[in-house]
């Protein structure tokens, strides 16, 4: 699951540039490249992770501006034809930093923020929501990601942290949350959601950190 993700950015920023180069800036070229090879160092890491995966490793830590690897991931998700088209808001003071690892909580966001796009996709009485917001407290940052989608059954709402559980019936492999729960928790974080059939969804997540 985490290596498709990652597989999608590598694939989308190609595409661009394939269709795109005639008319793009080389700065553009650039980044786009710089890109692909950072989503290619990253899938081998992922790789190394899930052959560890019933051995967690020691996660690497560092204090980063919240903003820019938020912005990161929302530009390598939009790399993506499938999810190219969706707004998604970043509501996060540029101040704001996080204690943890910055590739492994990227693709925490880049994993909840699918999860988000597909949650969305297809609606027809309001205007489809994605967003990441984010506010501290007195134990550190705690960031939001949202949307306005189909929402979780209460039934099924605690199963979703479960290996091999997925709502997403022949599209998911189930591992893609309780992932996201390890990394967080293996950088001292901790993660919840709330949910309501028909309104929307929203994983909180709770990292060491604070203003710059």
């Known amino acids: 699951h985490e290596m498709k993700n990652t597989l999608g950015g590598i694939i989308g920023a190609a595409a661009t540039v394939r269709d795109q ?4 800036k080389p700065e553009d070229v650039r980044e786009l490249v710089a890109a692909i090879a ?5 899938l081998r890491d992922t790789i190394e992770s899930v ?15 919240l903003l820019t690897v938020v912005e990161e991931s929302v530009r390598l998700l939009q790399f993506d034809n499938k999810y190219a ?7 996060v003071d540029a101040d704001l930093e996080f204690v943890g690892d910055r590739d492994r909580f990227k693709q925490v966001l880049l994993n909840l923020l ?6 969305v996709r297809g609606l027809e009485d309001r205007e489809p929501l994605v967003a990441v917001e984010a506010e ?13 989608g189909v929402g979780i059954p209460e039934a099924k709402l605690e199963r979703i942290w479960e290996p091999f559980y997925t709502t997403k019936g022949q599209a998911g492999t189930g591992l893609g949350l309780d992932l996201v729960r390890q990394m967080i928790q293996a950088q001292g974080g901790e993660i919840s959601v709330t949910s309501e059939v028909g309104k929307g969804t929203v994983f909180t997540i709770r990292l060491p950190g604070g203003p710059a």
Do not use: C, F, Q
Not at 114 to 119: F, L
């Open 51 to 65: 052959r560890g995966y019933a051995k967690p490793k020691h996660y690497g830590a560092g204090r980063h501006p």
């Open 114 to 119: 699918r999860n988000a796009a597909d949650a």
């Open 136 to 148: 501290t407290d007195e134990h550190g940052v705690l960031v939001r990601v949202l949307d306005n």
């Open 85 to 91: 088209s969706l707004t998604i808001e970043a509501r």
């Open 21 to 24: 180069l005639a008319d793009m």
């Open 38 to 42: 950072e989503e290619g160092w990253r």
